[in-house]
């Protein structure tokens, strides 16, 4: 497996689990939604993967480097690791050239801008480069996260509800987006979900997370 989620424990409090045991596995390339009602530990397993917290119990391995173990921690700006949070967190002091950019401080000014044009190229949005993000749309605002998160070309990608702010006809269109940049890249994606048509629409495999453990695998053909 590409990624190996393994017996993951995690608690808020130390008398409830909001992660009890979770254990599954990731292929490379795949897209994989994990769907749940609020509160059953999606986000908080998107956290702990980014390495925004840390499990109680349990390992993640990713391409058979360890991020956490009970004796082992990598830093999340070391994890090689993209997320798209729901509010798509883009700056709005700076535009859409420069925010794909953000995450590319080591790289010289020249390749900043040569993957910059790349990902506005890959996300269809070249003639909007120099807009901010209030001057875009929903759907433009998320795919513009969506280049962020993939400029520094990182192992996986992981979506935090990425549709939820965006009405019926706009969640078609960007999961049919999301789902070609994501097979264009061949990148392995973890998406967080409460909504099934979500789900079904873009991921190779469907896992439901029900208080905190994997109850069922649904193959999406």
């Known amino acids: 497996m590409y990624i190996d989620i393994s017996k993951i424990n995690f608690g808020y409090d130390k008398n409830q689990l909001v992660l009890n045991d979770c254990t599954t596995g990731i292929e490379k390339g ?7 009602k609020s509160g059953s530990g999606k986000s908080t397993l998107l956290r702990i993967l980014s390495g925004l917290e840390i499990p109680s119990n349990g390992e993640i391995t990713i391409d058979n480097e360890i991020m956490v173990s009970n004796h082992h921690f990598v830093e999340p700006n070391k994890r090689q690791i993209g997320m798209v949070f729901q509010d798509y967190a883009l700056f709005p002091h ?10 590319l401080i080591k790289k010289t000014k020249i390749e900043r801008e040569k993957i910059a044009l790349e990902m506005l190229d890959l996300i269809s949005l070249n003639e909007k480069n120099t807009k901010y993000p209030h ?3 929903g759907g433009q605002q998320q795919r513009v996260a969506l280049a962020r998160a993939l400029a520094p070309n990182p ?3 992981l979506l935090d509800e990425p549709f939820s702010n965006l009405d019926k006809d706009l969640r078609k269109q960007i999961r049919q987006d999301l789902k070609r940049i994501m097979n264009k890249q061949n990148m392995s994606c973890i998406f967080a ?5 979500d789900a079904k629409d873009i991921a190779n495999r469907i896992l ?6 994997i109850v069922k695998i649904e193959k999406n053909i």
């Open 208 to 213: 439901y997370l029900e208080d905190g453990k």
């Open 193 to 197: 979900t409460h909504d099934y048509e």
């Open 94 to 103: 700076l535009n859409i050239m420069q925010n794909i950019q953000y995450g």
């Open 30 to 36: 795949e897209i994989v939604a994990i769907l749940g």
């Open 155 to 157: 192992k996986m990608l």
């Open 135 to 137: 001057e875009l749309s």
